[in-house]
């Protein structure tokens, strides 16, 4: 357990946004603020604790609703429905919440929320407590969105490069999708936008990520709006090892068997397979799936493939039968213990945050085929300013990534005879050892997490 820094009887309620990506890092940040002595309360929606039962140890759960207690996001007409549901249900809920904990002997010190919800920082602003927003995505995400909301960046965006202070010149592809592509998803837009909307009432501003790996944008930002950097927030167990018993996340969508893909990997040489999964959300084109099928097999790699039983009618007919020699498919597979396994040499992902940090704080290169939303400034990070991988060109049409294009990524990537593959993994092995040092005893992360649990106390 971590030493005590005297932040016994503080007690921090988190309300992360209501889905898993969101939830999980700051369920484990929570974990480590209690290995400090801190009592934490994470406030999940009724749906959630319903339909997925999260359980911990260290940090107590309760909840509030989402307007959707039934059925969640599927319950409303429309994401611009579920945000004005949770809005109206959530505020309302939280003060119940915050109300009932003042009548305890443990009342809230600290709000720590997801900034796509500021209506909790105007709950916390109400009831004269702390409020401090936790941002799960990239420090450069989070601030081209700043840059965006302020009105420092044309939208649409006419002439590029763009040049934003600490980060690199990005082209239009390079930029968060609402932006790349602008107009599309204009809810989802609005809310990452919304997200500064109050910023300048938080009493801290924190980010899961570490200073080192972004530290140019991270003093940019800190500039206008100061910036703590308190990750990576995944279980202690794979970084330094000081919170006890944290050895997996405590919410997954699938809880199945983790033994068959980790036996499989054991019998495999060190370095050899290709570990592909494209996040929970995944909903590829049968057409492009097909793509990945042809040029995951003509690498001729090991290859451990995640695809949901509802995506595996869009393989190749006898594509499992064909490669049964080679690589494995599974519904679902226990990320950390893969990426940590020394037979895992290069993770084909979508470049979704927590995947990317995953990657990062555990060595492993990558190929990176961004989606939407913040992948694809992720994808340009891994690629150019970390140079842990390579992102994946799409054909001229704009739509698929080609067999060959994903054939000739992963020899890169794996090293198959070339220095720049061996560079990406030297790089990605220096990526680790700073993270682990980031929340070590004194490390960047570990002194942010200190004062922020210092000036929570009068």
């Given at each position: 357990m971590d030493k005590k820094i005297n932040a016994e009887g503080t007690h921090i309620l988190a309300v992360p946004y209501p889905s898993q990506g969101h939830i999980n890092p700051m369920l484990q940040f929570c974990k480590r603020l209690v290995s400090k002595g801190t009592k934490a309360t994470l406030a999940i929606t009724n749906f959630i604790s319903k339909s997925m039962s999260p359980k911990s140890n260290t940090?107590?759960?309760?909840?509030?609703?989402?307007?959707?207690?039934?059925?969640?996001?599927s319950q409303a007409e429309d994401v611009s429905d579920y945000i004005t549901r949770m809005e109206i249900a959530g505020t309302e809920t939280l003060e119940e919440l915050v109300k009932k904990y003042q009548k305890s002997n443990q009342p809230i010190d600290c709000i720590i929320y997801d900034p796509f919800l500021p209506w909790a920082l105007e709950v916390?602003?109400?009831?004269?407590?702390?409020?401090?927003s936790f941002f799960t995505q990239a420090c450069a995400v989070n601030y081209i969105y700043y840059y965006a909301h302020h009105g420092m960046l044309e939208l649409p965006v006419a002439t590029v490069p763009v040049e934003i202070p600490g980060l690199p010149a990005l082209d239009l592809p390079d930029m968060p999708s609402f932006i790349y592509v602008h107009g599309s998803y204009p809810a989802y837009f609005e809310m990452v936008l919304n997200q500064f909307s109050n910023m300048d009432k938080a009493d801290f501003v924190l980010v899961n990520t570490y200073y080192k790996l972004e530290e140019k944008v991270v003093d940019t930002m800190s500039e206008v709006c100061p910036v703590?950097?308190?990750?990576?927030?995944?279980?202690?167990?794979?970084?330094?090892?000081?919170?006890?018993?944290?050895i997996d996340y405590d919410l997954n969508l699938f809880n199945l068997d983790p033994s068959t893909s980790l036996n499989w990997l054991n019998t495999k040489p060190e370095s050899s397979v290709v570990y592909i999964a494209f996040g929970s959300m995944a909903n590829l084109p049968k057409t492009q799936m097909?793509?990945?099928?042809?040029?995951?097999?003509n690498t001729n790699f090991n290859f451990l493939w995640v695809i949901r039983a509802s995506e595996e009618e869009k393989l190749p007919t006898n594509f499992v039968h064909d490669t049964l020699d080679k690589g494995i498919i599974v519904n679902w597979s226990p990320q950390l213990?893969?990426?940590s396994n020394k037979a895992v040499g290069c993770f084909f992902s979508h470049g979704g945050w927590n995947s990317t940090i995953e990657a990062l704080s555990l060595g492993v290169p990558m190929v990176v085929m961004p989606q939407w939303t913040d992948q694809t400034t992720n994808a340009k990070l891994v690629q150019d300013v970390w140079n842990v991988g390579v992102r994946v060109r799409v054909d001229e049409e704009g739509i698929n990534v080609?067999?060959?294009?994903?054939?000739?990524?992963?020899?890169?990537?794996?090293?198959?005879?070339?220095?720049?593959g061996k560079e990406m993994k030297r790089n990605a092995n220096k990526w680790k050892d700073l993270a682990k040092e980031a929340v070590s005893d004194g490390g960047s992360s570990d002194t942010n997490i200190n004062k922020f649990l210092l000036q929570l106390k009068p």
């Open positions: 940090v107590s759960i309760d909840t509030i609703s989402d307007g959707c207690d039934e059925g969640g996001f916390a602003k109400k009831y004269g407590i702390k409020g401090a703590l950097t308190i990750g990576p927030t995944i279980p202690s167990f794979y970084l330094d090892k000081r919170v006890e018993n944290d097909e793509e990945i099928a042809w040029g995951l097999k213990n893969v990426l080609g067999r060959d294009e994903i054939e000739g990524c992963i020899r890169e990537v794996m090293g198959a005879g070339g220095e720049k």
